[in-house]
């Protein structure tokens, strides 16, 4: 009568939504102030002024029927030459608007590529631990989802395990630096080993082997660190790219596909990326964000504020005698659970009012999310409970 699968989809909550969820009742019985919530990655860091100053410029300049009415499906022209301009500029590439598809977010991206490349026993690779969503996204288009078990010593890359989950029917490899949920950035070397291996496999099966860049969280890194840009290392990559973090406005759901045009098959793949957008109905991204990140491309929110927060986590979590890798971006943690079961960790966790995210839901059992895109005093207030926590393993 109806999909079980989607039934599945739609009424199987995800962990995190059960854990915030959860984290909403608590509140409501002992109060805000005594609940540590740090499932969710909803950025608290607001917009720039600059955001709220476009949006009140384009209402005012722009024709009405301009604002809100239809773009063409891939985005406004104008709005892709202009944030084709602020890419080359920041990142040396040779783009213009013809190589943008405006976007509903990354999620609308990165579905859309998963869709536009995938063809009957084709399998995506991605490196655990991994934004959830991945899964559903890849499997909904009839391919198969391979994950490279991770490199806890420091969460880049187990060449050997990668080598080895690649097949003929490889068709592409996500990857998401700065990463959900480990805060590990690829290193130029780790990308540089990566796009060695994937030349050599597009030799090996004489055809592409493309590289996706889910990259949400570019501009959130620490301590001046570097991203390097993928199109420059490999040909065969397309950018996903959203503002939901870097400007705060994940409700605004904007972003971009970014394929360039040295990408073997150029036309068909762009092509494949317009027909995906059809069929899924992703065509004309909101048309007001449209304009508003045409003129806000080259800002981004207060990052400090993050940086803060990571480092007094982190430094905390350390000194309660837990193990982590210290994050080079994005805004989470994800330490390892003081048990092998994640779920029963985070579970007892939440006797303190701890709210946690086991890392099974990334491909990673054993450890944890903590996502510290909070108030910094929640973050303050929640260390001695996360010494109680541990000192109850020390029994
Ligand atoms: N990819 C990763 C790794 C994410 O963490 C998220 C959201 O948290 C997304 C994609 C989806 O982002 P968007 O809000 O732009 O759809």
């Given at each position: 009568?109806?999909?079980?699968k989607?039934?599945?989809?739609?009424?199987?909550?995800?962990?995190?939504?059960?854990?915030?969820?959860?984290?909403r009742?608590?509140?409501?019985?002992?109060?805000?102030?005594?609940?540590?919530?740090?499932?969710?990655?909803n950025?608290?860091v607001?917009?720039?002024?600059?955001?709220k100053?476009?949006?009140?410029?384009i209402?005012?300049e722009?024709?009405?029927?301009?604002?809100?009415?239809?773009?063409i499906a891939p985005?406004?022209?104008?709005?892709?030459?202009t944030?084709?301009a602020?890419?080359?500029?920041?990142?040396?590439?040779?783009?213009t608007?013809?190589?943008?598809?405006?976007?509903?977010?990354a999620?609308?991206?990165?579905t859309?590529?998963?869709?536009?490349?995938?063809?009957p026993?084709d399998?995506?690779i991605?490196?655990?631990p991994?934004?959830?969503?991945y899964?559903c996204?890849?499997?909904?288009t009839?391919?198969?989802?391979?994950?490279?078990?991770?490199?806890?010593?420091?969460?880049?890359?187990?060449?050997?395990?990668?080598?080895?989950?690649?097949?003929k029917?490889?068709?592409?490899?996500?990857?998401?630096?700065?990463?959900?949920?480990?805060?590990?950035?690829?290193?130029?070397?780790?990308?540089?080993k990566?796009?060695?291996i994937?030349?050599?496999?597009?030799?090996?099966?004489?055809?592409?082997?493309f590289?996706?860049?889910?990259?949400?969280?570019?501009?959130?890194?620490?301590d001046?660190i570097?991203?390097p840009y993928?199109?420059?290392?490999?040909?065969d990559?397309?950018v996903?790219?959203s503002?939901?973090k870097s400007?705060?406005m994940?409700?605004?759901?904007?972003?971009?596909?970014?394929?360039?045009d040295?990408?073997?098959?150029?036309?068909?793949?762009?092509?494949?990326?317009?027909?995906?957008?059809?069929?899924?109905?992703?065509?004309?991204?909101?048309s007001?964000?449209?304009?508003v990140?045409?003129?806000?491309?080259?800002?981004?929110?207060?990052?400090?504020?993050?940086?803060?927060?990571?480092?007094l986590?982190y430094?905390?979590l350390?000194?309660?005698?837990?193990t982590?890798?210290?994050?080079?971006?994005?805004?989470?943690?994800?330490?390892?659970?003081?048990?092998?079961?994640?779920?029963?960790?985070?579970e007892?966790?939440?006797?303190?009012?701890l709210?946690l995210v086991?890392?099974t839901?990334?491909?990673?059992?054993g450890?944890?999310?903590a996502?510290y895109?909070?108030?910094?005093?929640t973050?303050?207030?929640?260390?001695?409970?996360?010494?109680?926590?541990a000192?109850?393993?020390?029994?």
């Amino acid at each position: 009568m109806i999909s079980e699968k989607m039934y599945e989809l739609g009424t199987k909550k995800s962990t995190i939504r059960t854990i915030y969820e959860y984290g909403r009742m608590r509140a409501a019985e002992v109060g805000e102030e005594n609940i540590y919530d740090f499932s969710l990655g909803n950025p608290n860091v607001p917009s720039p002024e600059g955001v709220k100053q476009s949006i009140f410029d384009i209402l005012n300049e722009m024709e009405p029927c301009a604002i809100h009415g239809y773009t063409i499906a891939p985005g406004d022209p104008g709005v892709r030459e202009t944030l084709a301009a602020s890419i080359n500029k920041r990142f040396g590439t040779k783009l213009t608007g013809k190589n943008l598809f405006m976007t509903a977010g990354a999620a609308a991206a990165i579905t859309i590529v998963f869709k536009a490349l995938s063809e009957p026993d084709d399998e995506f690779i991605a490196f655990a631990p991994f934004f959830p969503e991945y899964r559903c996204f890849v499997e909904s288009t009839g391919a198969k989802l391979i994950v490279v078990p991770a490199h806890p010593v420091d969460f880049q890359i187990d060449f050997a395990a990668f080598e080895s989950c690649i097949t003929k029917n490889t068709k592409a490899v996500i990857v998401n630096s700065p990463n959900n949920p480990s805060g590990a950035v690829y290193s130029e070397n780790t990308i540089k080993k990566l796009v060695a291996i994937l030349a050599a496999k597009e030799q090996e099966y004489a055809h592409p082997i493309f590289l996706i860049s889910d990259e949400p969280y570019r501009e959130i890194v620490y301590d001046g660190i570097e991203v390097p840009y993928l199109t420059k290392y490999y040909m065969d990559t397309i950018v996903c790219y959203s503002y939901s973090k870097s400007l705060s406005m994940p409700g605004e759901r904007i972003g971009y596909i970014a394929v360039p045009d040295e990408i073997t098959g150029f036309g068909k793949v762009y092509g494949a990326i317009a027909g995906a957008g059809r069929v899924l109905t992703h065509v004309n991204a909101p048309s007001l964000f449209q304009q508003v990140i045409a003129r806000c491309a080259d800002m981004t929110s207060d990052i400090s504020a993050y940086e803060k927060n990571g480092k007094l986590l982190y430094n905390g979590l350390i000194e309660a005698g837990f193990t982590c890798v210290k994050p080079q971006g994005a805004f989470y943690l994800f330490p390892k659970a003081l048990e092998d079961d994640d779920y029963a960790f985070c579970e007892r966790a939440k006797k303190y009012d701890l709210l946690l995210v086991p890392g099974t839901d990334f491909g990673c059992p054993g450890y944890f999310r903590a996502s510290y895109c909070i108030k910094l005093e929640t973050i303050e207030k929640s260390l001695p409970f996360f010494k109680k926590l541990a000192a109850e393993y020390e029994k």
